[in-house]
């Protein structure tokens, strides 16, 4: 089984940012593609960004140039850097991770920023 603990979620202003970290546990393929998703209160869960196993990255149009997805395979950790947060990124952002068929999401933390 593979777990996925996302953290670094917070409330802050327009402007700033945020770290967010998922580590994932269990057997953990060397191929596969992590991702972060994110959804805002009454919307549909939204793709935001995914790095391959070997680093290749793609981002939602809207994040592009302030938002940076990163991973570290000997730790099987994903991070998102998110730069010049505005309100609009408010949301429930979840680590996923596809592997040999099968996703994984984790439970989730929340990015709040005020405008």
């Known amino acids: 089984q593979v777990q996925l603990v996302e953290s670094g979620g917070g409330v802050l202003q327009a402007g700033g940012s945020l770290r967010l970290s998922c580590a994932a546990s269990?057997?953990?393929?060397?191929?596969?593609?992590m991702a972060w998703y994110r959804q805002a209160l009454g919307k549909q869960r939204e793709w935001v960004a995914r790095?391959?196993?070997?680093?290749?990255?793609n981002y939602k149009d809207s994040v592009k140039g302030r938002f940076t997805i990163s991973r570290d395979n000997a730790k099987n950790m994903v991070y998102l850097q998110m730069n010049n947060l505005k309100p609009e990124d408010t949301a429930v952002y979840y680590c996923?991770?596809?592997?040999?068929?099968?996703?994984?999401w984790g439970q989730g933390t929340q990015v709040t920023v005020s405008s």
């Open positions: 996923h991770l596809a592997q040999e068929g099968r996703e994984y």
């Open positions: 790095i391959t196993n070997v680093g290749f990255t």
């Open positions: 269990g057997t953990i393929f060397s191929i596969n593609v």
